[in-house]
């Protein structure tokens, strides 16, 4: 009986962890972007909202980046797992 094959995954959360940071970054850049470019009781010209309008939509990009390797992560370290109970199962 052939051993199981590790999966073509990694366990690593290096990459979600840094794509998480940079959403929150992101996000909560724009929102205070768009709090300052209020001049009084005046709105922001439309113009000048595009700039935090991409910066949000960017930070949601990066979140679901994140949110897909987290559970990508998740996913290996059961799968790697399932693996090493079935060969200490089979070694009986």
């Known amino acids: ?7 073509a ?7 979600p962890v840094a794509d998480a940071i940079v959403a929150t970054g992101l996000v909560v850049g724009a ?6 470019l209020r001049e009084g009781d005046e ?12 910066w949000g939509a960017l930070g949601l990009l990066t ?19 399932a693996d090493a109970n079935v060969r200490t199962t089979s070694r009986r």
């Open 63 to 81: 979140g679901w980046s994140a949110y897909n390797g987290f559970r990508d992560a998740c996913r290996c370290r059961a799968q790697r797992r």
């Open 31 to 36: 929102i205070v972007l768009t709090a300052g």
């Open 9 to 15: 995954c990694t366990e690593e959360r290096v990459a």
């Open 1 to 7: 009986m052939t051993p199981p094959s590790k999966p």
């Open 43 to 54: 709105p922001a010209p439309p113009k000048l909202l595009l700039i935090p309008a991409a």
